[in-house]
């Protein structure tokens, strides 16, 4: 396949999941995309970092590696790939522009390779997947993420690749973060098996994990009232 078929293919593939013609929609996926709307969940992700480590240093750990894996996925994405790269945005792009369903006043700036949104959101999701070992948790905290990335679809500010690209990033900026995570971690950390059904296998509180999965939903009940209610 040469670059121009792939090209075509991923303008193909954005223009399926771009857009439609429900302003509910509009303004549902509007306020989904939104950075402060996730700031309960990431509450509650503190939260459940300080409920769950017993000094301080264990706390600061996983909370400054998980400042840094967004650091990695953010930093390579807006301040080195995009502006190497110079890929237009969608809605900035002639090419593909006038085919976009936009939604008002949500456009886009500087360039689209790869989605800085796609590559954190993801970050924070893998990162904490890895940290908190749950099925349930990871199944939620992958959604979140994937749903993330698809915003900006449905927006027209990033293409496909854009997004799968930044998802990529996102998993393996975690992943380094991670690895110096268990490697500081298990130094200033005794060893505890934990064989409790009331904990996963690295020792956070199934309870714990219930509240931030809670602030999930109900931030997503939230949204969807909201998004009802602007409508009306």
């Not at 496909?160 to 992943?175: C, H, N, Q, R």
Request: hydrophobic share 50%.
């Amino acid at each position: 396949m040469d670059w121009q078929a792939f090209l075509g293919i991923d303008k193909a593939l954005l223009l399926f999941f771009n857009g439609s013609d429900s302003l509910f929609l509009d303004q549902l996926i509007s306020l989904l995309t939104s950075g402060y709307t996730w700031i309960p969940l990431y509450l509650a992700l503190f939260y459940l970092v300080v409920k769950n480590n017993e000094t301080m240093a264990q706390i600061t750990l996983t909370v400054g590696c998980a400042l840094l894996c967004v650091v990695l996925a953010d930093g390579l994405a807006d301040g080195i790939v995009k502006p190497w790269v110079g890929r237009l945005r969608p809605v900035n792009d002639p090419t593909v522009a006038g085919s976009l369903d936009l939604v008002y006043g949500l456009y886009g700036t500087g360039f689209s390779f790869f989605s800085a949104h796609a590559a954190n959101t993801m970050a924070v999701a893998v990162f904490f997947i890895l940290v908190v070992r749950n099925r349930v948790f990871s199944g939620f905290m992958v959604c979140w993420s994937l749903l993330n990335g698809y915003t900006r679809l449905y927006l027209g500010v990033h293409y496909p690749s854009d997004v799968i690209v930044g998802f990529l990033w996102g998993a393996t900026s975690a992943l380094i973060a991670y690895l110096i995570y268990a490697y500081i971690y298990k130094r200033i950390t005794p060893a505890v098996n934990y064989i409790s059904s009331q904990y996963t296998s690295t020792g956070y509180s199934l309870k714990d994990i219930d509240v931030v999965l809670s602030v999930l939903v109900y931030t997503l009940v939230f949204v969807l009232l909201s998004a009802l209610i602007i409508f009306r």
